[in-house]
């Protein structure tokens, strides 16, 4: 069983070489993150990772969380490991410093992010999804709620949850039926939610509920929901805990994965009922939970990087150490770690190759987030937060269900051994399983890429992206050599191909909606593709920047960061043409059959 080691080095190129962390560092309130200190936090982090939280992944995996009369628990070692993350000032690193945050750049939050997720998926779901609720409240809270709950969530002494789903709604928000009745200067909460991840533990003394309900007086449909902030135990006018709210988790889901996480069954209002207090305004609840959503639709695609990390390098390991058959070519000659095997080698490539591109876009997109808040020049901050608008259901979507090819294919490497559950690939599908589901499926990814970003303005937005990886390939031309002709020639058609079919979806939708939305994960498979395509292509490019600048004592990196994208070149930008088709020629066979038609077969 290995253990998670940072990728520092790729972590600080992507930083330094393609997001330009210097840049970052200049805009109005980053001006304290220094390369010493960008350094110093990256090298702790990795320590933090590798030492305390990867042992407890595949133990966690094996205990699970488990729920009795005291509520829920998680497995040994977490409520420890969560005492340390907290002392140590990683859950206020990207925070308000007005409320003990340590006012951080978003792009270097990303990085370490990415760390706590590859070692251990499951513990991390707690600090993502307080992060979510603290910038949820730091927008759209009251003064009084800010002073109340955000010290001590920014701190990490309590965490906060999303209460969104109920059993009969599921994603169909406008169908939730928890109640909120006032009474006084409060609300009594009434109804129950399921899917909450860390809705109950054992690591923190008090858990935030961040709650939709409907008032008795509220619209139907999603127009009449409201958010409600309902804390564990009620807290004081002085900060101290008070009684025991009417807030329980009745039960724990039983997961595929990701078992070390409580999922929890909360019941609300049960007795007297939970007592809450409205956020922002009445009946804008949807609204200001896309806050939270927003920001966790981007974490979970940062998921799909880091489970994707932690497949490769176990399945590296493992192909490194695994002798087995002779080299191909060679007679007479030893057995050979299935390293030496091409079509190992192919694989692993496949998993690097799509790993870093997706670590590179994700840290892009973050760096534009930044940019969007903080850049001086309002032009430009709007430039970015189109940007980021447009990217994150790509960054959701492709990279999660890109992680799951991933993690198969580190089972793949390991042959029958990965099929067993005491060699840990297995864990790794397991939990990355679960990545393309919530937060919002893959399809309601591409239903807002298609009908949020891409149609609402005519597909400006996408075109302003597809002029910023044009410009890439201009840059490739003057690279010169097989390998970036090869990169350019990828890149180009593929470019050109989903140009193409959103052309197709722009002058189609008016007459075909239908048709249009048969073809939207395709779609966004991909944009995501190509993204992938345009932040390789200008990895390769900083790599031989630095290759001629001689100014490394690292070439092998460097050349490894060419002979990828030219991989992803040959092997992923080519599935662009087929993607392109299924989106403008795919619906006519999604959707041939009636309804009764797909039962035919089994009457």
């Known amino acids: 069983m290995t253990e998670y080691t940072a990728p520092l080095r790729d972590m600080r190129f992507v930083l330094n070489d393609l997001v330009g962390m210097d840049r970052i560092a200049a805009l109005p309130g980053f001006e304290h993150a220094e390369p010493d200190l960008i350094d110093a936090i990256l090298e702790e982090a990795g320590k933090f990772a590798g030492s305390v939280l990867s042992p407890l992944n595949h133990s966690g995996d094996k205990e699970g969380a488990r729920l009795d009369a005291d509520g829920a628990h998680t497995a040994a070692g977490f409520a420890a490991a969560y005492k340390q993350f907290v002392e140590g000032g990683w859950n206020a690193l990207g925070c308000d410093p007005e409320y003990g945050g340590q006012g951080l750049p978003a792009v270097l939050g990303t990085a370490v992010k990415e760390m706590w997720n590859a070692a251990n998926m499951a513990f991390s779901l707690c600090p993502l999804l307080t992060t979510g609720a603290i910038e949820a409240l730091h927008l759209v809270g009251s003064d009084a709620q800010k002073a109340m709950y955000l010290p001590k969530m920014v701190e990490g002494t309590w965490t906060g949850t999303m209460n969104l789903t109920e059993p009969q709604a599921g994603s169909d928000l406008g169908a939730i039926r928890t109640r909120a009745v006032p009474d006084g200067e409060h609300y009594r909460i009434y109804g129950q939610k399921i899917f909450i991840t860390y809705g109950d533990h054992d690591m923190t003394e008090n858990i935030v509920h961040l709650v ?197 294919t580190g089972v793949q490497i390991h042959g029958g051994m990965g099929f067993i559950e005491e060699t840990g690939a297995a864990q790794y599908l397991r939990d990355a399983r679960i990545l393309a589901i919530y937060e919002g499926t893959t399809g309601i990814q591409a239903n807002d890429l298609v009908g949020r970003k891409i149609l609402r303005d005519g597909g400006a937005a996408a075109r302003a992206a597809f002029a910023e990886m044009r410009a890439v390939l201009a840059r490739l031309d003057a690279a010169g050599g097989d390998d970036f002709a090869a990169i350019r020639a990828g890149l180009a058609d593929a470019i050109a191909r989903l140009e193409q079919a959103i052309a197709w979806i722009v002058e189609t939708n008016p007459t075909d909606p239908r048709g249009v939305l048969a073809g939207a994960v395709p779609l966004l498979n991909l944009f995501g593709i190509v993204a992938g395509g345009w932040q390789s292509a200008r990895a390769a490019l900083a790599a031989a920047d630095r290759l001629a600048a001689g100014d490394n004592d690292e070439p092998g990196f460097y050349r490894a960061k060419i002979g990828t994208a030219r991989f992803y070149a040959d092997h992923v930008l080519s599935q662009a043409a087929g993607l392109a088709h299924t989106v403008m020629h795919g619906s006519a066979g999604v959707l041939a059959l009636e309804d009764d038609d797909f039962a035919a077969a089994s009457g």
């Open 212 to 408: 939709l309900a409907r008032l008795p007086d509220a619209p139907e449909g999603v127009r009449g929901i409201s958010l409600f902030v309902v804390p564990k135990f009620l807290v004081g006018a002085d900060g101290s805990l008070g009684a025991r709210n009417d807030a329980y988790c009745v039960g724990l889901e039983h997961k595929l994965g990701i078992h070390a996480s409580p999922t929890a069954v909360m019941a609300y209002g049960d007795k007297e009922g939970a007592i809450g207090t409205l956020v922002g305004e009445t009946n804008r609840g949807l609204e200001y939970m896309f806050i939270m959503m927003n920001r966790a639709r981007f974490d979970v695609g940062l998921q799909g990087v880091a489970i994707s990390e932690r497949a490769f390098q176990h399945a590296l390991d493992y192909a490194r150490n695994r002798v087995q058959g002779n080299d191909a070519g060679v007679r007479g000659g030893g057995r050979v770690p299935i390293l030496r095997h091409p079509d190992v080698r192919r694989m692993l490539m496949s998993m690097k190759s799509r790993t870093e591109a997706m670590r590179a876009l994700a840290y892009v997109v973050a760096a534009s987030l930044d940019l969007a808040q903080r850049h001086p020049d309002a032009a430009e901050r709007e430039r970015n937060r189109s940007m980021v608008d447009l990217l994150i259901p790509i960054v959701k979507g492709w990279s999660t269900e890109t992680s799951i090819d991933i993690a198969s």
